[in-house]
Structures are given as structure tokens and as C-alpha cells.
């Protein structure tokens, strides 16, 4: 299931998107100083949500972070995100660009651009039940951005909270590198070239959200010119971000902040890195589907539980 909300469609095999075309996006804020793509996929009722941000920063349009974009909070699903430009600070934790991080679900915190005011940030909520956030603030309610999304908005008089454990939601983060620490689990692709050795290829995975069905990231640094992937095909949509270096799929060349959205059940061609290696993150939206590979496999896998550590 593909749910662009009105403003993103899946009509064809897959759906291209990238930072470097600002033009595209649907702008938050009146002069643009925030845009955001807004999407689901995978299981339509515990699947993930995506929130893609390209945040600049504008001296014309200064932004009151701690009050009216981010105030502290927390959300009743666990969360997955990748920086693949600027600085950002989550909680008290900086990520820099080739940084990711998993937060489990019920967590207070939160979060703005860092140095410079610029990034490119991709935030996955791992349950869509669980994607409205809980203000902790009263008078935050009164002063928060107006962003047209329900998934932004704190529930309101007698509304119930969708997921059924509650505002909190339940957490369910498994990663190859362990279990979170005090609630997050954070990794880069520097991590990943210090594994990588001399090999082909290096890879992170994690689960989070609901535990049967929610999203899988599969986090992948490879070496230059080596086939990643075969071409493949999935019963569920998966998303293709490119933080550094390139690869090429089909045709397409993709370069760092390039995205694609692949539908389910059309075949993903093969991932080719390109003569500088490629750092990409791969999410399939429902851990219960099954993966085709079609041929020979390339150096990565389309399995993660066996490297899973609960």
C-alpha cells in the first residue's frame, strides 16, 4: 500500500525524488525554509510513515524551534532516522550527515537543525498508529506550526490515541548492532567503512515498530563498481536513499540525495555502486514480505533476521 496523500503518486514501476530539486517539494513554511514530502507504505493499518525534510536556512524566515516546530514531545511508535546533509540535533545527541540513529517509541525529546540551520533528514515512524505525538506543554498546543498534516497534530478533546498500547506505544527495536542504549541506537557509515575492510560490502540492519509487520532499514555501504543487488521483486514497497558516493538502477544514475520508491510487486533492477562506492539505506515498508531475487545475487542480501541481536 502507497498513500502519497494527495500530494505523491506511485503510478509507474517506481517514483524518483531528491533533495537537489527543492522546487518540487511542498513548502511548511511561508517562504520555504522547511518543505516535506509526507507518505505511507506497507501495511495499511500498522505500516510505517515517511517524513522526508529539506530544511534551509533562511535570515528572512527565523524560525522559533523549541516552541512552534519542534517542542518537547514524544510519539507511541518507534522512530528511524538518516541524515544524509547538514548537522542535527536530536535530543542531546548531534548527528552529522552519514549518521542514522533508532529511538524507540515513548521517548521525550526534541529536535532542530544543527550548525548552519541546513539538512537533509529522513524520519521513518515505524507504526502509523502511533505517529501523532503527545506535546508536553500545554501552551506548545497554542503555538505549534500548522503543517496541514493530522500526523503532526496532538490529539484533541475526546479523541483516543490510535495505538492500541496508547500514547506511549510498545518498543521494538532489534538491530544487528545490539539493543538500544536509554532508548537509542545510533550508527553512521563511517561505522560501516571500518567494517567493511577490505570486503565488497558492509551492512546494518534493524527492525522497529510493530513487531510482525513493521518496517525493516537495512543500512549499506559498498565498495566501487560491484553489483549491490540483483534485480529483485518484493510483495511490499521499499524506499532507496543515497547518502554518499552513487549507484546506478537500470538507466538511472542516483547520486547522494537521490530517492526512490519502488512498488511492490515490479521488479527493482539491479544496484550497481558507482567508481566511488555507494552509502545508501533501504527500508522495506512490511518485514513480512518476500524478496525474489532474479539471478545471480549480488554482495547484499535481502535477509536481516539472522543478523538481528534482540
Known sequence: ??????????????????????????????????????????????GPVFQLGLIAHLDSEPLDWPNSIDPPHYHGTDQFRVISGGQWQLADKTLNAGSFAFQESGLRYSEHPGAGGAAWIMLVLGDKR???PTILREAHKDTLINTGSTNDRPLAGEEVYPHPAGSKGIAAIATSEGPCERGYRLGSFADLARRRGESKLAVISGVFGEKDSGPVALIMKSGPDSVVSAASTSDTERFLLVSGGSCRIGGREYRAGDMRIQRAGDSLPAIVSGPEGLDATCVVADRRAVVDVEGPEGEFQWTWEARLED
Open 1 to 46: 500500500m502507497f498513500n502519497g496523500y494527495g500530494v505523491l503518486a506511485l503510478d509507474s514501476d517506481h517514483l524518483d525524488l531528491s533533495y537537489h530539486r527543492a522546487e518540487e517539494w511542498p513548502a511548511l513554511t511561508p517562504l520555504g525554509s522547511i518543505k516535506s514530502f509526507t507518505f505511507e507504505m506497507g501495511d495499511p493499518d500498522t
Open 130 to 132: 502511533g505517529a501523532r
